[in-house]
């Protein structure tokens, strides 16, 4: 039996890929129109790349549709800006508040840090490329995946590392490279992008429905 | 730690690979699809597709080859070559294409850029700039190399960094296609002069060109095509040799 997948679309971004991604796992995908669809999904994803403030398109009537799947134990995962969405809030965007299901803000990267023998190392912005994971615990979305594997990125603000972390990446400082608190996920690489290593997250995902 | 990123380009002319000599020159190298997947087991880190011939014959990217190709990969895929509106831009991401690369185009009109950042995000457009040594610093130039700009490379890369683009893909005129290794002395001075990554290309030859890309050109990535075609050096090779001269890769 094929799950039908709820695939939030706020207009940050294009779904293709995070489409492609899920089919080739044979989910189904839906892009509700509106928040009443939300009921008939079996979990949801939140995509998404760009500036905070665009979250400010996801309306207090989605808001409300989400939390109530949410609380009805049905999974929910947010991708990139999806990630940051679960925070409090972004310095990106201060006016736009997130979720606020994983304490914290998202703050800019940064742009430069002191090298080893105390000079100045700039650091380019946004992070761009395949860098490492690093698991300070057990999660479901990692189920399978080995320490240090690498995942791609694309990003210039980051989540802070709290209790939430179920992944940890380093640039610059380290960040929230992927979160979990009972049946919420986010991860801000792009696992639709991150070759078998992001299929596997994936996967891990649909499993935990 | 952030790898240093190897990406395979594939020059695509009515549904073939194929690849120059200097922009000029062809012969066929394969399947676009099926070339991709080799790639992707390989341990590639992205794909460009580059309809090289798309700008002198006003020809749109193909959407059929973007999207067979998009079937069977699961990472980067950038786009190029006569991309010169927001709707064709629209249709390669449509296609598959995660990014979109902007030469010609960008020059003319480099509002292009940011009209195309607002709307699918830096991260998603590429400036790509074809540049050749002209004194003491590098000219750029349009429509496949053929054309001088006046422009100067690390100029047009500082206002193109501004206008919205997300990254750099830097190709040297004079060694594209000549296999006597990148062109560090420009990469590295357009590297260092904007906060973005840049691509490396044109040139490679052997693993030795990219461990000096990396090294001596500050690159953030490094792009060939025939090299890999032909397998005659192997991604996973390649990325071995960078891990053993101390280049982050991922492998």
């Given at each position: 039996?094929?799950?039908?997948?709820?695939?939030?679309?706020?207009?940050?971004?294009?779904?293709?890929?995070?489409?492609?991604?899920?089919?080739?796992?044979?989910?189904?995908?839906?892009?509700?129109?509106?928040?009443?669809?939300?009921?008939?999904?079996?979990?949801?994803?939140?995509?998404?790349?760009?500036?905070?403030?665009?979250?400010?398109?996801?309306?207090?009537?989605?808001?409300?549709?989400i939390f109530a799947a949410i609380g009805t134990g049905r999974p929910l995962l947010g991708i990139c800006l999806g990630l940051q969405w679960l925070f409090e809030g972004?310095?990106?965007?201060?006016?736009?508040?997130?979720?606020?299901?994983?304490?914290?803000?998202?703050?800019?990267?940064?742009?430069?840090l002191n090298g080893?023998?105390?000079?100045?190392?700039?650091l380019k912005i946004p992070h761009v490329g395949w860098n490492t994971l690093h698991f300070p615990r057990l999660a479901t979305l990692f189920t399978g995946i080995d320490e240090g594997a690498q995942v791609?990125?694309?990003?210039?603000?980051?989540?802070?590392?709290?209790?939430?972390?179920?992944?940890?990446?380093?640039?610059?400082?380290?960040?929230?490279?992927?979160v979990e608190r009972g049946q919420v996920f986010g991860v801000q690489f792009h696992p639709e992008k991150s070759g078998d290593v992001g299929l596997k997250v994936l996967k891990n995902f649909l499993e935990s429905i | 730690m952030l790898s240093k990123r190897v990406i395979a380009c594939l020059d695509v002319r009515d549904g073939q690979v194929v690849k120059g000599i200097q922009f000029e020159g062809l012969r066929h190298a394969g399947d676009p699809a099926e070339l991709a997947a080799r790639y992707n087991r390989e341990g590639i880190d992205e794909v460009v597709i580059l309809d090289i011939t798309a700008t002198l014959e006003k020809r749109r990217t193909m959407a059929a080859t973007v999207s067979a190709v998009a079937r069977q990969i699961f990472i980067p895929l950038t786009v190029g070559g006569g991309i010169r509106s927001e709707e064709d831009a629209a249709a390669a991401v449509e296609a598959?294409?995660?990014?979109?690369?902007?030469?010609?185009?960008?020059?003319?009109?480099?509002?292009?850029?940011?009209?195309?950042?607002?709307?699918?995000?830096?991260?998603?457009?590429?400036?790509?700039?074809?540049?050749?040594?002209?004194?003491?610093?590098?000219g750029v130039f349009s429509h496949s190399g053929t054309r001088e700009t006046g422009r100067d490379a690390v100029e047009w890369a500082r206002e193109a960094t501004d206008?919205?683009?997300?990254?750099?893909?830097?190709?040297?005129?004079?060694?594209?296609?000549?296999?006597?290794?990148?062109?560090?002395?420009m990469t590295a001075a357009v590297s260092d002069a904007v906060p973005i990554p840049v691509i490396?290309?044109?040139?490679?030859?052997g693993i030795d060109d990219f461990v000096k890309v990396f090294?001596?050109?500050?690159?953030?990535?490094?792009?060939?095509?025939?090299?890999?075609?032909?397998?005659?050096?192997?991604?996973?090779?390649?990325k071995a040799t960078l891990r053993d001269n101390g280049i982050p890769v991922r492998l």
């Open positions: 039996m094929s799950l039908t997948i709820g695939l939030i679309d706020y207009g940050a971004g294009n779904l293709t890929s995070v489409r492609k991604a899920l089919a080739a796992l044979d989910a189904e995908v839906l892009v509700p129109h509106t928040p009443q669809e939300l009921a008939d999904v079996a979990a949801l994803v939140v995509p998404g790349v760009g500036n905070f403030k665009a979250t400010a398109a996801i309306t207090d009537e989605w808001r409300e549709a972004s310095t990106e965007a201060p006016e736009c508040s997130g979720l606020g299901l994983m304490n914290g803000r998202c703050d800019r990267l940064p742009s430069h080893a023998n105390g000079t100045p190392q700039l791609y990125f694309t990003h210039s603000y980051a989540a802070p590392v709290t209790e939430d972390a179920a992944a940890v990446t380093t640039y610059g400082v380290p960040f929230a490279s992927a | 598959g294409a995660d990014k979109v690369s902007i030469n010609t185009a960008a020059l003319q009109n480099p509002s292009l850029l940011t009209l195309l950042a607002d709307r699918y995000g830096s991260q998603a457009v590429i400036v790509a700039i074809d540049a050749k040594r002209d004194g003491r610093g590098f206008r919205g683009a997300g990254e750099i893909l830097l190709t040297s005129i004079d060694r594209d296609g000549t296999r006597q290794g990148f062109h560090c002395e490396a290309s044109g040139g490679a030859g090294t001596e050109g500050h690159a953030d990535a490094a792009l060939a095509a025939s090299i890999f075609h032909y397998a005659e050096s192997s991604v996973r090779r390649l």
